[in-house]
C-alpha cells in the first residue's frame, strides 16, 4: 500500500472508531435501561445486571456499525475535500478507484468482523444470556419471596417477608401453607436464607415457630432454632432453555432438525435469519459507498455538501428499512432471501455509479467540444 493511500485510511480510520465507541455505548445505554427491571424486580444483583448489558454487545456493535461508518466517512472525506485534499489526489493523476479504494477497504474489512461477529460471537453471547435470564426467571428467592409484598407462589402458599438484605438474608419470615386435607401450618421466623441440602433447594428458617391446625381442629405449636422448609414442590423441573432463532449458530438456521416439532413449524423463519447473517454485513459497504457519493460524487464546494449527504442518508435509510421489510416477508416466503443480498448489492452498485458518473459526463462533454480552445490570457506584468 502506497504512502498515500495509507494516509487516506489512517484519516478515515481514525473517525470511524470513535464514531462505533460513541454510538455503541449510545445503544449500550438504551439496552441497559431496558434490563433494570432485573435488579428492580428480580431482586439480583450489580453483577447479573452488568453480565446481561454486556452480553448484547456483539448485537448492537453490529446494529450500529453501518451508521457509525457512514458517519466517520462523511466527516473525514468532507474534510478531505473542503481542504482540497482529495482535488490534489485527483491532480496528481489518481482515478477515482483509487482514491475510493482505500474506504471500501475500510468498508471489507469492517464487513469481516461484523461476519464473524453474527456467525459466532453474537450467537454465543445471546445463548449466555438466554441462560442467565432463565437462572433469574427461576430464581426461587426472587420467585417465592418479595420485600414487604403477600405473595402466592403457588395454590395454597402465601408468603410475606419484611425486608430482605444485599446478601439475601430474610428477616421476619411469615409462611402459611393450607393443605389438601383441609389443615393448615403457619410458619414464623426471624430469619430465614434459600440454601441447598442433598442438592434439594431448601428455605432454611431460624429462630421461629410453627403452628399446625389438623382437619379435626387441633392446634399443633412448636418453636426451633433452625427448620429447613423444602421448596422441592415448588420447583419446575421441566423447564428448559428454548433458544431463539437469534440465538442459533448458521447451521442451526440454515440445516434445522425437522425431526423437532418447533424447528419443522418455523423452518422458514431460520431460514431467513440465516440469510439475514450472512447478508447485514454486506450494509457496511452499502454505507461506505453512499458516504463516498455523497462526497466525491459531484462537483467541489467549498460551501459544503450538506444537500447531498441528506440525500445520501435519506437514501441509504430507506434502503435499511426495505432490508427488514425484505427479511420479515422471507420468513412466510424462501425464495425472498435472495432478496436480502440484493437489497444492499444493489444499493452499493447505484451508490459507486454515482462516484463515477461525474468523471463520465465530463469525459462526453470534452470530446462534444474537440476545438474548445482555453481561455486567453491577459498580458503578463513585468517584474
Known amino acids: 500500500m502506497r504512502l498515500i493511500?495509507?494516509?487516506?485510511?489512517?484519516?478515515?480510520?481514525?473517525?470511524?472508531?470513535?464514531?462505533?465507541?460513541?454510538?455503541?455505548?449510545?445503544?449500550?445505554?438504551?439496552?441497559?435501561?431496558?434490563?433494570?427491571?432485573?435488579?428492580?424486580?428480580?431482586?439480583?444483583?450489580a453483577t447479573i445486571f452488568l453480565e446481561v448489558t454486556l452480553l448484547a454487545l456483539p448485537q448492537l456493535?453490529?446494529?450500529?456499525?453501518?451508521?457509525?461508518?457512514?458517519a466517520a466517512a462523511l466527516v473525514a472525506l468532507n474534510r478531505l475535500h473542503v481542504d482540497q485534499e482529495i482535488v490534489v489526489c485527483f491532480a496528481g493523476g489518481m482515478s477515482r478507484w483509487r482514491v475510493i479504494s482505500p474506504a471500501l477497504r475500510l468498508a471489507s474489512a469492517v464487513a469481516v468482523i461484523a461476519l464473524f461477529l453474527n456467525l459466532w460471537v453474537q450467537p454465543a453471547a445471546l445463548r449466555a444470556m438466554r441462560e442467565v435470564l432463565f437462572d433469574v426467571r427461576t430464581d426461587l428467592a426472587a420467585t417465592l419471596v418479595r420485600e414487604g409484598e403477600f405473595t402466592e407462589p403457588a395454590p395454597g402458599l402465601t408468603v410475606y417477608a419484611q425486608t430482605i438484605?444485599?446478601?439475601?438474608?430474610?428477616?421476619?419470615?411469615?409462611?402459611?401453607?393450607?393443605?389438601?386435607?383441609?389443615?393448615?401450618t403457619t410458619y414464623t421466623a426471624e430469619q430465614g436464607r434459600m440454601t441447598k441440602i442433598a442438592g434439594k433447594p431448601v428455605l432454611m428458617m431460624h429462630k421461629g415457630s410453627t403452628q399446625e391446625f389438623s382437619k379435626t381442629g387441633v392446634l399443633n405449636y412448636l418453636s426451633f432454632d433452625d427448620y429447613p422448609f423444602e421448596l422441592t414442590g415448588f420447583v419446575n423441573s421441566t423447564d428448559l432453555v428454548?433458544?431463539?432463532?437469534?440465538?442459533?449458530?448458521?447451521?442451526?438456521l440454515l440445516f434445522p432438525d425437522l425431526t423437532q416439532d418447533w424447528e419443522r413449524k418455523n423452518h422458514k423463519k431460520l431460514l431467513a435469519e440465516g440469510h439475514a447473517r450472512l447478508s447485514t454485513p454486506l450494509y457496511n459497504l452499502t454505507f461506505m459507498c453512499f458516504a463516498l457519493w455523497a462526497i466525491i460524487g459531484g462537483g467541489f464546494s467549498r460551501l459544503g455538501y450538506g444537500r447531498r449527504i441528506a440525500?445520501?442518508?435519506?437514501?441509504?435509510?430507506?434502503?435499511?428499512?426495505?432490508?427488514?421489510?425484505?427479511?420479515?416477508?422471507?420468513?412466510?416466503?424462501?425464495?425472498?432471501?435472495?432478496?436480502?443480498y440484493a437489497v444492499p448489492l444493489g444499493g452499493a452498485a447505484w451508490a459507486l455509479?454515482?462516484?463515477?458518473?461525474?468523471?463520465?459526463?465530463?469525459?462526453?462533454?470534452?470530446?462534444?467540444?474537440?476545438?474548445?480552445?482555453?481561455p486567453a490570457l491577459g498580458p503578463a506584468r513585468a517584474a
Do not use: C
Open 353 to 374: 455509479r454515482g462516484v463515477f458518473r461525474q468523471r463520465v459526463s465530463r469525459f462526453i462533454d470534452i470530446r462534444r467540444r474537440p476545438n474548445a480552445t482555453p
Open 61 to 70: 456493535v453490529n446494529m450500529v456499525e453501518p451508521i457509525a461508518l457512514f
Open 165 to 184: 438484605d444485599n446478601g439475601g438474608l430474610i428477616h421476619n419470615l411469615f409462611i402459611h401453607q393450607t393443605k389438601n386435607d383441609g389443615g393448615a
Open 311 to 340: 440525500l445520501a442518508w435519506s437514501i441509504a435509510a430507506v434502503i435499511r428499512i426495505l432490508g427488514f421489510v425484505v427479511e420479515a416477508a422471507s420468513e412466510s416466503s424462501v425464495a425472498l432471501n435472495v432478496l436480502q
Open 5 to 45: 493511500d495509507r494516509y487516506l485510511l489512517r484519516q478515515l480510520l481514525g473517525p470511524t472508531v470513535l464514531a462505533t465507541a460513541a454510538l455503541t455505548a449510545v445503544a449500550l445505554l438504551l439496552t441497559s435501561l431496558t434490563q433494570l427491571e432485573i435488579i428492580v424486580s428480580q431482586r439480583q444483583s
Open 242 to 252: 428454548h433458544y431463539k432463532p437469534s440465538d442459533r449458530y448458521l447451521h442451526e
